[in-house]
């Protein structure tokens, strides 16, 4: 009976089945003659209209149908990366297990009377002076930025990589309706098991905005991170008087009630703003997460999360990023290079 109703269901859908293959690959036709040629290559988007440093990475799968981007398209590398790949995932976790560490030894220090430090840089400081002020006897917490660090942002990135560029309209649409379309990055949940088995607050950080803070703090809850609680445990652009995409006022403002042992984020921003001043040029910027006091701190104290979807990471000229005294041309076919024989072994 069984398959009788199998058979006869094959029997209705099957010219359906056919008219929708007939129509789409009419439409793979029309598609192909609107694509532009290969020398057009999409750069990277979006051009305009960018939240800072939102630049996506690699070219966009072709369209495939009138959905938009299928299932079967493949993702643009820096988002097959971030949010498909065991690697990706396994940096997370070294991440967060190592913050869970770091956490258990800070809280171990105070409970034997040991003295901490902030690793909040306070007003004042500069990457080659930075200061950390002692903690007294403040509760501890951890600092974390959201997207990209404790939440991925599936459904926005998804949407993102259909080819609509980024506007803050649209942004702001998905804080206050996306919180069932993300996931927690992986190992963030176990970080914040052991934070609460120390009795370590956890407290977001983020530029998302102040007027949907019960969104927020709901799809955080939603994933597990609660307490959520806006002014205390969750931060947003514009509190604390904080102005544009800086996070130091909100930083000193958590660090006034608590003892911040640690911090984790997706950019340089996410641990002071002194990373992203406009003057640091290109190599500047890079060399200055290796200086003397701030290169100590990345595993002891400061945490970073993979981020090559999007952000102040994404910039830089050819001339920058490869130093012209190291470039390299493989040798000429023929040339001694390429036909000298291998050296010989010679057992002593
Ligand atoms: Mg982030």
Redesign the pocket.
Known sequence: MKTVATALLFVALAPAVTGCAARQRFLDRINAAKAPPPAAAIPGLPATGAKAGQVYAGALPPPDGVDGVGPAAPAPPAMQFLYGSGEAAALSYQAFFGLANYIISMASDRAVGHDLRSVVMSPGSTLDAPIFEPCGDKPLAVVL?????AVLNLGFEADAASGVPYDQARWDAWERTGGGDVTAVPGALDMVKAAKAENVAVVFNSNRSTVNADKTAAMLAGLGFAPVVHGDTLWLQGDAASTGSGKDARRWAIAKKYCVIAMA???LG?FTDLFNASAQAFEARRASVGGRYTSVLWGHGWFILPNPVYGSALKGAMGEVFPLDKRWTPPAAGSPATTAPAPEIKEK
């Open positions: 930025d959201i997207d990209e660090t984020g997706d950019q996410d």
